[in-house]
């Protein structure tokens, strides 16, 4: 089978990574013929052995209005001379409309989900430019698409959302790093304080402004020898991040919360193994990776009260209302002073995530998909 990997839009953020992984997974792949279109970023990521591979660089994205006209044009002339069986677009939408079936990993659930509770975190105006965004993406997915999604939330909202039959609708979970399967030895305290890690980037839909509301709950109810831990870059938005300082300081809870920045990847099990509560109070996912980090690392999970928090963390979690500050505190409170609760939480993580497909495996599962659509299509064409 001739397989044209369309990755061309994805220049940033989680779907990279997915990419790359998945990309050099088809390298040892003997069974069909790659051809790979690439984003520069990408490219530059894969290093020398994507030089070796039938490839093409794009260096505007496609999703460019009117710059990226000449990638789209390009696109097009790839899938005609390569004349793939099929195309697995790798992030969606493609911006392209291919003659060849294409199979979308459509992950961006701001394309399918109810979006109200992070819409409320948006100023008006954002709000209508990311409308108008969110319209022009949803018209390059058609009826006609495959989909590969991470959750059976999603599935079904795609299914409604875009009236695509959930028998083209595939699950695929997403995967964490087996660097977080490693204990690490040496790890000790270096003190007796309870510690609550919030691993998240300041999108509004991550709805971390909400923490020195949570921190100051905490401290009422009496709670003192507690430190949050946040990975906030005081570059990524400046203004945002000054008002989360100011915030603190109106509250008087800057004491209790201490920010390590942009941290690399590499240092990520080593916080979760310090820590003993992660906390996420995110509004809006289709899946985050975030909460299989913590259960490998037996980190028992406070989150929101969601669809997609549910059926990833089960019972490995306690849930809030989301926006509710109070309630927040109130199930890290009872976390912290329930050992057996604590526990109890951290053995289903442990069970729940035997459950999740290992990294060596769900890239296997992306290529078992395209060729269970390859045969769908060479099916339907012989009848």
């Not at 992070?118 to 430019?129: E, G, H, N, Q, R």
């Not at 009422?220 to 400046?238: A, R, S, Y």
């Not at 069970?351 to 290992?358: E, P, S």
């Not at 890239?363 to 012989?382: A, M, N, P, T, W």
């Amino acid at each position: 089978m001739k397989i044209l990997i369309n990755a061309s839009t994805l220049v940033v953020g989680g779907g990279v990574q997915v990419a790359l992984n998945f990309i050099k997974h088809t390298f040892d792949n003997k069974n069909h013929n790659f051809y790979y279109i690439l984003s520069k970023e990408l490219f530059e990521q894969l290093g020398s052995n994507i030089k070796e591979k039938n490839h093409s660089i794009i260096n505007v994205s496609p999703a460019k209005r009117i710059k990226g006209i000449r990638s789209r044009k390009l696109i097009k002339v790839i899938e005609k001379d390569f004349k793939p069986d099929i195309v697995y677009s790798v992030g969606a939408p493609s911006y392209v409309f291919f003659e060849t079936t294409e199979v979308l990993r459509l992950t961006n659930s701001w394309l399918f989900s109810d979006n109200t509770l992070a819409f409320s975190t948006y100023p008006v105006l954002k709000k209508y430019i990311t409308r108008f965004i969110l319209f022009v993406q949803r018209f390059y997915i058609r009826k006609k698409n495959y989909i590969i999604t991470q959750t059976e939330v999603a599935k079904n909202d795609i299914s409604n959302k875009f009236k695509i039959k959930k028998d083209k609708i595939y699950v695929i979970p997403n995967v964490y790093s087996s660097i977080f399967d490693i204990r690490i030895k040496d790890i000790e305290k270096t003190s007796i304080k309870t510690k609550i890690f919030c691993f998240a980037a300041p999108y509004n839909h991550k709805n971390i402004e909400i923490i020195p509301e949570v921190v100051n709950e905490l401290a009422m109810k009496g709670l003192k020898n507690f430190e949050f831990i946040v990975t906030i870059p005081p570059d990524f938005n400046p203004e945002w991040y000054q008002k989360f300082l100011q915030r603190s300081k109106e509250l008087k809870v800057e004491g209790y919360i201490k920010n390590l920045g942009k941290i690399n990847f590499e240092d990520a099990p080593r916080l979760y193994q310090q820590s003993d509560v992660l906390f996420l109070p995110t509004l809006f996912e289709t899946f985050s990776v975030t909460y299989l980090e913590a259960m490998a690392s037996k980190l028992p999970i406070v989150t929101t009260n969601l669809p997609f928090a549910k059926e990833v963390c089960s019972n490995a979690a306690l849930y809030f209302t989301p926006k509710d500050p109070k309630q927040a505190a109130n199930r890290i409170f009872e976390l912290i002073t329930n050992k057996d609760l604590k526990e109890s939480l951290v053995l289903f993580g442990q069970k729940k995530i035997k459950t999740f497909a290992k990294e060596s495996d769900v890239y296997s599962r992306h290529i078992e998909v395209l060729e269970k659509i390859y045969k769908v299509k060479i099916d339907e064409e012989r009848n």
